[in-house]
């Protein structure tokens, strides 16, 4: 199964417009309610709405577990659709993307042995919605997220579909400040939220291997899904 949509509705010209080209768009980060308690969105249903959207894949990032993601990507093994399973990791500092990692996370994790395990395990790391009201869930870091955190991660995600506009433009601003690479997901916890923010990657692929190459080669950027021409929420 090569991890293309069929029937995907936004083609040949229109992705011309967009500025889309070979490279494909995904929303890589959201949540399903079977492990984001906190969601109610249903596998399924994330499925039917990224394909409807014209999305290329999605990638489900719930916090600290797996489980969640791997029921989203074997459905979508089933479906020619590709999901990505992340994990969106609650520290001690803040929330973290992650790729790659192979498996649950500690609840609260300690961020630099976060970072140690990212690093062993080649994987990689986003720091999510770095200039959101907090940047975690213990409300540490008011505002904006240290700089510390953003040294060591050095991929932002620029474009958060449960933030104002006016944090995610200070979270674009942090990333042109670094000269680091963005990513745009919808952080979705309903069907309604699927695919509002995306990442747009130059090259299609379909492996996990792939996404965690192509992020550390920032080969990608974070948008609103409606600022490409030729897609409509
Ligand atoms: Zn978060
Ligand atoms: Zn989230």
């Known amino acids: 199964m090569g991890g293309q949509v069929s029937g995907n509705p936004i083609q040949g010209q229109e992705r011309e417009a967009a500025g889309v080209n070979d490279g494909m768009v995904v929303d890589l980060h959201i949540h399903t309610n079977r492990s984001s308690y906190c969601s109610s969105l249903g596998p399924q249903e994330m499925l039917d709405r990224a394909k409807e959207l014209g999305l290329d894949a999605v990638a489900v ?8 993601a791997q029921i989203a990507y074997e459905m979508g093994l089933e479906q020619g659709f ?36 990212v690093r062993a395990k080649d994987a990689v790391a986003i ?5 959101r009201g907090y940047w975690g869930h213990h409300r540490r870091y ?3 997220c240290p ?10 995600e620029t474009h958060n579909g449960q933030n104002t506009r006016e944090a995610n433009s200070a ?10 690479p963005g990513t745009g997901g919808s952080d979705a916890h309903n069907v309604s939220h699927v695919g509002k923010c ?10 996990e291997e792939e ?23």
């Open 61 to 68: 990032t719930e916090h600290s577990v797996t489980r969640g």
């Open 82 to 117: 590709t999901v990505f399973r992340g994990i969106e990791v609650y520290t001690k500092m803040g929330d973290v993307i992650v790729f790659g990692l192979g498996g649950d996370a500690h609840y609260d994790a300690d961020f630099q042995e976060l970072m140690e395990e």
């Open 127 to 131: 720091i999510a919605h770095p200039a």
């Open 142 to 144: 008011k505002g904006v």
């Open 147 to 156: 700089d510390e955190a953003l040294q060591a991660v050095r991929l932002v």
């Open 171 to 180: 979270a674009a601003e942090i990333r042109e400040e670094l000269s680091v």
């Open 198 to 207: 995306v990442t747009v990657f130059e090259r299609r692929f379909s492996t």
């Open 211 to 233: 996404l965690i190459d192509e992020l550390k080669a920032g080969r990608c950027f974070g948008t609103y899904l409606a600022d490409l021409d030729g897609y409509r929420l």
